[in-house]
């Protein structure tokens, strides 16, 4: 009833006002002189101008629009309804003609299209501009004052919503940014305030209680100083996500979250080529093996935006795939999905899962990877790593697939591990499959992604939340870091860009102390390390390296399309070894840690399983 009462006044607005407009251009026409004959002619077409008009602004949607969010569209459609109103009149006005005059004289409708534009937008934007000052008075009364980092698009975008939000709860005072050119400038009716530096000044001049960074194309360096200049200010600091996590486009206030480690840690936004990305994806048939973990669900996720076919979710663990499977559901209700509960390690419900699917693209995402559970469950690791990777490479083969994507590690290079030995033979087996198959067959390889199962990060997390110690195996461990959403991005681009048998390796940047990440995840959390929170320092755990590469010193990389992709160009697969090797693991019923080893050694010759003391004697 309220939508219905608001439309009825703003009829009987606009039918005063397009008769104002008519009236007065009359008078501007004859210098305030109206003669008699067009008063006359103005009240007897009067009534049927202005019901032309009204149906014209109803046609145009003129009574559908919130105009307390007016923008620039909205005027276009006032100045097209205005001007099509404008023509029907005209039309209408050879009706009244007497005499061959017209009732009225043809600039009166020339200038009363212009006073109705003015009118008719200027009642339509005073209305926003009394609603947005309401809200804003409002909020100076009773919210909480946030001060904006970043006066681009993204925090025109912050202060916009935090505008639209018709609560007490956000008044956004102003913007801070280091571009000399935007000093002092006003953004939304809200001033520049001054550079990152000015910060703790402008929290005690405000008062401000919360500190926005809008900056999501920033790099994490960046990100990292803006933090320790708010971080003594004792306001709530929050972040808007980056570009990645944008995946719309669009800025909301839910978005904005408090600032994690993530945000610390990332860089550019990563591009990708989406009409490309579309080509090999949409109405397609897609499978994404491990579709429950922290990279296949979010490999899901990203594929659904790419309107396939079919996507189908396989997975071992029933619970993880019922959970991606039931939040895919919710969020893309038109998308053919197929949960499949099956062990990589099976061939024949592998094959099939491929005779009932068909698919077109595979992501192979499953497998074990914690590296010290796997040094005491080696044969489990060689089974689902190797030979569940092989069982659906060969499937892949077997029934046409188009590309073929291994999910790989940095692990694999120079293997220490039984994890990362694992996950290079099953490199070996892609690479031997590329050779023969008419198959795209290819692997990424890429370091730590931040936030996955068993990853420090959520580790670090309930440490701090219990009070700590928080545990570092060692001062100089370093490890290369990812956040999900940046790896999955760039993995479905290089699955866009393989002709077979590449292994493309990500450029994960500079690597990371893990005693520095533990340091700053104490400070997000509002404590100081080593006094709030202790770091203890535990040993370096068994198959575990001080550092990864990402390349050996046999490999050579190439550069591609991307500049955050290279392909590494691997020592050649020696073939009978490889068959031999998947020979004697098909039909082994179980090996021993001792068994595997030398099984692995046979394949990659510099493979020693070092123990922790002596790995940790190499940094």
């Given at each position: ?9 703003f ?13 007065l251009?009359?008078?501007l026409?004859f ?24 149906i ?35 039309s ?13 004289p ?9 006073l ?20 804003h ?37 102003g ?20 550079t990152?530096?000015?910060i ?81 994806l ?37 619970n ?6 039931r ?9 053919e ?7 990589v ?49 060969r499937?892949a ?59 420090v ?59 520095e ?103």
């Amino acid at each position: 009833m309220a939508r219905y009462r608001w439309m009825f006044i703003f009829i009987v607005v606009d039918a005063v006002l397009v008769n104002m407009a008519l009236l007065l251009a009359l008078w501007l026409r004859f210098d305030g002189n109206i003669p008699a004959q067009y008063y006359a002619s103005y009240r007897s077409t009067a009534l049927l101008f202005t019901l032309v008009w009204l149906i014209s602004f109803y046609a145009f949607g003129l009574y559908a629009r919130m105009w307390q969010y007016a923008s620039v569209n909205d005027l276009l459609s006032i100045v097209g309804a205005v001007t099509a109103g404008v023509f029907v009149n005209i039309s209408l006005a050879y009706f009244y003609m007497e005499g061959g005059k017209f009732p009225l004289p043809r600039t009166v409708f020339i200038i009363a299209w212009l006073l109705n534009v003015v009118l008719i937008g200027g009642f339509r934007f005073s209305w926003r501009l009394f609603l947005k000052r309401g809200i804003h008075f409002g909020r100076l009364r009773a919210g909480r004052p946030v001060l904006i980092v970043g006066a681009g698009e993204a925090g025109a975008a912050v202060a916009r919503e935090l505008n639209n939000q018709n609560n007490h709860h956000h008044v956004p005072v102003g913007f801070v940014d280091d571009d000399p050119a935007k000093q002092k400038m006003q953004l939304f009716g809200l001033p520049v305030l001054g550079t990152r530096e000015d910060i703790p000044r402008l929290v005690d001049r405000y008062a401000i209680e919360e500190i926005i960074i809008a900056m999501p194309s920033v790099p994490g360096r960046v990100i990292r100083e803006i933090v320790e200049i708010c971080r003594p200010t004792g306001a709530k600091l929050r972040i808007l996500p980056g570009i990645y996590e944008l995946i719309d486009g669009k800025v909301t206030v839910s978005q904005i979250r408090n600032v994690e480690v993530e945000d610390l840690l990332g860089r550019e936004p990563v591009k990708v080529n989406l009409e490309e990305i579309a080509g090999y994806l949409e109405d397609r048939i897609v499978l994404v093996t491990g579709a429950g973990g922290s990279i296949g669900s979010e490999l899901c996720r990203q594929i659904a935006q790419f309107n396939p076919r079919k996507l189908i979710l396989l997975g071992h663990g029933e619970n993880s795939i019922f959970e991606i499977h039931r939040e895919l559901s919710q969020g893309y209700p038109e998308l053919e999905l197929a949960p499949a509960i099956v062990d990589v390690r099976d061939a024949a419900s592998v094959n099939r899962l491929f005779v009932v699917h068909r698919p077109h693209v595979v992501f192979h995402a499953a497998a074990h990877k914690h590296v010290p559970l796997m040094e005491e469950n080696a044969f489990e690791a060689l089974k689902n790593n190797v030979w569940g990777t092989f069982n659906v490479a060969r499937a892949a083969h077997d029934y046409n697939v188009r590309t073929f994507v291994l999910i790989s590690t940095d692990k694999a290079v120079n293997p220490v591990s039984i994890m990362g030995a694992t996950k290079r033979v099953a490199e070996m087996v892609v690479q031997e499959m590329a050779l023969k198959s008419k198959t795209c067959f290819a692997a990424v390889r890429f370091g730590n992604v931040l936030g996955s199962r068993g990853s420090v990060v959520p580790i670090f997390k309930k440490q701090i939340a219990s009070g700590g110690p928080v545990t570092v195996t060692h001062p100089e461990m370093t490890r290369y870091f990812m956040t999900i959403p940046e790896a999955v991005q760039l993995i479905i681009q290089a699955g866009a860009m393989a002709r077979g048998g590449e292994i493309f390796v990500l450029d994960m940047g500079e690597p990371v102390k893990i005693v520095e990440l533990a340091e700053t995840m104490i400070r997000l959390s509002g404590f100081e390390p080593g006094e709030d929170i202790e770091i203890v320092f535990t040993g370096v755990r068994p198959g575990e390296k001080l550092s990864e590469e990402l390349l050996t010193s046999a490999e050579k990389v190439n550069s591609t399309r991307h500049e955050r992709i290279f392909i590494a160009r691997p020592e050649p697969v020696d073939s009978a070894k490889l068959n031999h090797f998947l020979s004697v693991l098909g039909n082994a019923g179980w090996l021993s840690e001792e068994e595997a080893v030398a099984l692995l050694q046979g394949l990659i010759p510099n493979f020693r399983k070092e123990k922790w003391n002596k790995v940790a004697q190499v940094g």
